[in-house]
């Protein structure tokens, strides 16, 4: 039981007859112990394409049978995947890739903060710059520098958002996921700076 809760946020190894590798996006090469990757996953019972969409499947499956999940994961020593986030909402400040995730997971582990969403928005400076919404539990109340200060101890400089707003809900979409567009949209259009 100790070793499923200290193990609790990996997804474990590769099954039996699945193999797995965490590849980085732009170059493909596999990345070391411990660093962030898209990962990709290769079996006898994986699908061979999509049907009549040869494009879209060139994107996802090489000719070597990996499949690109777009999924962000690590590898640790022991050589459990843990999942960071989907590569495709990554976005990139100052040259360095970030994961709205990563930033959303920092501000949830705040004991004040019910939910959170973290998206970039276009920045003259950085190319983008990664913004939050937060929404806090009931009673419960924090400054903007606060909040800032709390990420600072669990992120990268360039990864800490530079405006952090309270909202009384998180936009979704009708599936009910975390809406990113609409939140950049609610920066975009309504920035107090």
Request: some cysteine.
């Amino acid at each position: 039981m100790e070793e499923l809760l200290t193990n609790a946020a990996s997804i474990g190894t590769s099954m039996f007859h699945c193999d797995a590798r965490i590849v980085d996006a732009e170059t493909g090469a596999e990345v070391g112990a411990g660093e962030v990757g898209v990962l990709c996953m290769r079996s006898a019972h994986s699908f061979d394409g999509y049907l009549n969409d040869p494009e879209r499947t060139a994107k996802v499956l090489s000719e070597d049978g990996w499949i690109y999940t777009g999924d962000l994961a690590v590898k640790d020593e022991q050589g459990l995947i843990s999942i960071k986030g989907r590569a495709d909402n990554m976005f990139i400040s100052g040259g360095e890739n970030v994961s709205p995730e990563e930033i959303e997971q920092a501000l949830m582990k705040h004991p004040s903060v019910a939910g959170a969403i973290s998206a970039g928005i276009p920045d003259a400076r950085w190319g983008q710059a990664p913004v939050a919404l937060v929404v806090f539990h009931a009673g419960k109340a924090v400054a903007e520098d606060e909040l800032k200060a709390f990420c600072r101890e669990h992120l990268a400089d360039y990864k800490v958002p530079k405006q952090i707003r309270i909202g009384a809900e998180l936009p979704l979409t009708g599936a009910g996921k975390l809406d990113r567009n609409a939140l950049a949209a609610m920066f975009a259009t309504n920035d107090p700076t």
